[in-house]
């Protein structure tokens, strides 16, 4: 494990993409899971991107829609095997990563079916313009958490203290 984030961690200094492969074992939320894999051992990992609805916490409510996009993640990945591109590790040490499985981009997916927020702060190249198509995609077509008029999105919810009515 120790050796799986040296080597992560240089190749992100380098500005290049390391990907692993395993299998998910744990959905968290709309936009973390476990993997487990040969060589790399259990591995947090945050989609790249994507901000999925806040879970509810002991201290704190969720927001709407969040054990839905949690659901919705279990089905596309929980015990199935994929490829995580790591693209860098946040504040508290997850890898952040955008998951394929059989070719398919999932954090655009969460995106494209208003599981998720476009998460704009921290989108780079390709992926910006990608996600953010289809997140307004999904707006435009009031899927998932765009079935409400003004969806707070996650990382407002997570400063305010509050739940916005």
Do not use: C
Request: proline share 4%; no cysteine; hydrophobic share 35%.
């Amino acid at each position: 494990m120790v050796m799986l984030l040296v080597m992560i961690l240089s190749l992100a200094d380098k500005g290049e993409a390391e990907t692993v492969y395993g299998m998910v074992k744990a959905v968290y939320d709309g936009d973390t899971v476990v993997l487990v894999g040969r060589g790399t051992g259990r591995l947090k990992v945050r989609l790249y991107g994507i901000d999925a609805p806040e879970t509810a916490k002991p201290e704190k409510p969720g927001q709407n829609y969040s054990a839905q996009a949690r659901r919705v993640l279990m089905y596309k990945l929980l015990g199935k095997e994929v490829a995580a591109e790591i693209q860098d590790r946040d504040q508290y040490g997850r890898a952040v990563a955008v998951l394929k499985r059989g070719g398919r981009d999932i954090n655009a997916e969460m995106v494209a079916e208003g599981h998720a927020w476009a998460y704009r702060r921290y989108l780079a190249g390709s992926y910006a313009s990608r996600y953010i198509g289809f997140e307004e995609h999904a707006r435009r077509q009031r899927r998932g958490i765009w079935r409400e008029s003004n969806p707070q999105p996650p990382w407002e919810f997570r400063t305010s203290g509050e739940r916005r009515r």
